[in-house]
């Protein structure tokens, strides 16, 4: 493990853009995604075969990190949960005051 060179109050949230964890919640993504617009639903089908392969990375990475830096990695979504805002509503409660922020997306 890797010593943290910086303040406890300093943290790290890796961001996303997120997908639902099960097919169910997919027509609600596609709302939130396409601002309430109607979509095709080939577009809905084609995103069946997507669902999470975008967040199990990222969790993966927070974890390694973790287990590197030896402290908790946050991690927001810009388009599903857990979104970037209450993440980073969670960070403040955890008496984050300053965060590093990856974004993997590109």
């Not at 997120?18 to 084609?46: C, I, Q, S």
């Not at 390694?64 to 970037?84: A, C, D, H, Q, S």
Request: with cysteine; hydrophobic share 40%; charged share 25%.
């Amino acid at each position: 493990m890797m010593e943290w060179p910086h303040a406890a109050s300093d943290g790290i949230i890796l961001l996303a853009h997120g997908t639902p964890d099960v097919l169910g919640e997919m027509h609600a993504y596609l709302k939130l995604v396409t601002g309430g617009r109607a979509y095709p639903r080939k577009l809905f089908m084609n995103c069946r075969s997507a669902t999470r392969r975008t967040v199990y990375p990222t969790l993966r990475q927070a974890a390694l990190l973790e287990e590197r830096l030896g402290r908790k990695i946050y991690v927001g979504m810009r388009n599903w949960t857990p979104f970037i805002l209450d993440v980073v509503e969670e960070m403040k409660r955890d008496g984050i005051t300053k965060a590093k922020t990856i974004c993997l997306a590109p």
